[in-house]
């Protein structure tokens, strides 16, 4: 199991080697999906067993990845 961000890891064992959340094997994507999709944060916390923490986690994963990200738009489409 490695760290890649605070409260988030991987393990090739644990949901085919995608993002979760330490200690549980709730996918960091499926947390920012319930988000996006409307999900209150404490029906979030309790339907999942989270911490308040572990979402702050998932949104920071989320936000540094695509900080990181570069687009080219083109001209033109």
């Known amino acids: 199991m490695v760290e890649i961000a605070p409260r988030v890891v991987v393990d090739p064992a644990i949901r085919f080697g995608k993002p979760v959340l330490r200690g549980t094997r709730v996918p960091v ?41 570069e687009l080219m738009a083109t001209v033109g489409l």
């Open 29 to 69: 994507a499926l947390v920012l999906a319930k988000l996006a999709g409307g999900m209150a944060v404490g029906d979030l916390l309790e339907e999942y067993d989270l911490a308040p923490e572990d979402i702050q986690a998932a949104l920071h994963y989320a936000a540094t990845l695509v900080a990181g990200e």
